[in-house]
C-alpha cells in the first residue's frame, strides 16, 4: 500500500533547505536536490559581449609598439650599415629626450618641477654610467659570429614583444608607485640585452654608446609617453600611431620589399583579423553558473 513514503524519501513534515554549513540533514541525502534546484541557474553571465570596432581600436596599441620596434632596428641596421654617423645619432638621442619631456610636461597630470629634476637628476647619472660602460659593451662579443649575434637578438626582440604589456597597467606614470611584474621584466632586460649584443658590432665607442642609449630611450621611456599620450587624448593616440605605423611602412618598403609585404600582413591580422575571429568565436562561448558553483566569500569591511 502506498502511504506516500518511496524509499528513502523523508516525511512530508520535513522540507529540504539547501544549508552550506552544519552537516547532513537528517532523513535527506548529502548530495539531495530538489525542483529548485536549477533555478538559480545563469547562462553566460560572466561572458564579456564585445564590439568589433572597439576590439579594433585596442588592437592599435599592439600595433603602434610593434612599430616602434621595427623603427629601432631599421636604426640598427643603417648604423651596422654605417649609414648613419654617431653624431647623428646622439643628435637623435638628444631630440628624442627633449621631445618625450615635453609630451610628459604637456600631458601627465602630476609632474611637477621636483619630479622633473629628479628625473633630468637619475638620466644624467644614467648617461654617464653607460659612456663608461661603454668599452666594454664595445669588446663583449667579439669572440662570437655575427649570425650567432643577430640570430640571438631576433629571439630576444620575439621574447620581448611577446611578453610585452600592451595594455599599459605595468608603466609607472609620473607620480605613482607600481611594480611591474615578471613577464614585464623579462620582456625589458630581453630587449636590453638584444640592444648591448647589436652594440657591440658597432666600429667605435662612440657609437655603442649612442646606439645604447637610444635603445633604452625606446624601450623605457617610449611606452610612459605613449602612455601618457593615450590618456590625455584617446584621438591624439590614435593620430600619433596611424602615423607611426605609416612612417615605419615607409622606411621598411625603402629597406626591403618582402619585410614591408610580412610587415603589412602582420599589422592587417593584428588590426582586422584577429579582431574579426575574436567576435566570430564569440558565439561559441559557453558558460553555466548555478548553485554548483564554489561560494565567494564577500566581507564589508567598514572604517
Not at 134 to 155: G, Q
Amino acid at each position: 500500500m502506498d502511504n506516500g513514503f518511496s524509499g528513502n524519501s523523508p516525511p512530508a513534515r520535513s522540507r529540504w533547505r539547501k544549508v552550506a554549513y552544519g552537516g547532513m540533514q537528517p532523513g535527506f541525502d548529502d548530495n539531495h536536490t530538489d525542483e529548485s534546484f536549477l533555478e538559480e541557474m545563469v547562462m553566460n553571465a560572466n561572458v564579456v559581449k564585445r564590439n568589433m570596432l572597439k576590439v579594433m581600436l585596442d588592437t592599435v596599441s599592439i600595433s603602434q609598439y610593434l612599430c616602434t620596434v621595427a623603427l629601432v632596428v631599421l636604426i640598427w641596421t643603417y648604423t651596422l650599415k654605417s649609414a648613419i654617423s654617431e653624431i647623428s645619432l646622439l643628435l637623435l638621442d638628444a631630440s628624442l629626450l627633449v621631445l618625450g619631456f615635453l609630451v610628459l610636461i604637456l600631458t601627465a597630470d602630476m609632474l611637477s618641477l621636483n619630479l622633473l629634476f629628479h628625473y633630468f637628476l637619475n638620466i644624467s647619472f644614467f648617461t654617464t654610467g653607460l659612456y663608461i660602460l661603454s668599452p666594454i659593451y664595445h669588446t663583449l662579443t667579439r669572440s662570437i659570429s655575427s649570425d650567432s649575434i643577430w640570430a640571438l637578438t631576433v629571439s630576444l626582440l620575439i621574447l620581448h614583444l611577446f611578453l610585452h604589456d600592451y595594455s599599459g597597467s605595468t608603466v609607472k606614470p609620473p607620480g605613482a608607485l607600481k611594480n611591474p611584474n615578471l613577464t614585464s621584466n623579462i620582456s625589458l632586460n630581453a630587449s636590453i640585452v638584444a640592444s648591448v649584443l647589436i652594440a657591440s658590432r658597432l666600429p667605435s665607442r662612440l657609437h655603442v654608446f649612442a646606439i645604447i642609449l637610444f635603445s633604452l630611450q625606446i624601450f623605457l621611456f617610449a611606452p610612459l609617453v605613449t602612455y601618457c599620450i593615450k590618456k590625455f587624448s584617446f584621438g591624439l593616440h590614435l593620430c600619433f600611431s596611424f602615423g607611426l605605423i605609416a612612417v615605419t611602412l615607409g622606411f621598411v618598403y625603402h629597406l626591403h620589399r618582402l619585410l614591408f609585404v610580412l610587415l603589412l600582413g602582420l599589422l592587417v591580422s593584428i588590426n582586422l583579423v584577429c579582431p574579426y575571429w575574436l567576435i566570430r568565436l564569440q558565439k561559441y562561448k559557453f558558460e553555466i553558473n548555478g548553485p554548483w558553483d564554489e561560494a565567494k566569500l564577500c566581507f564589508d569591511i567598514t572604517e
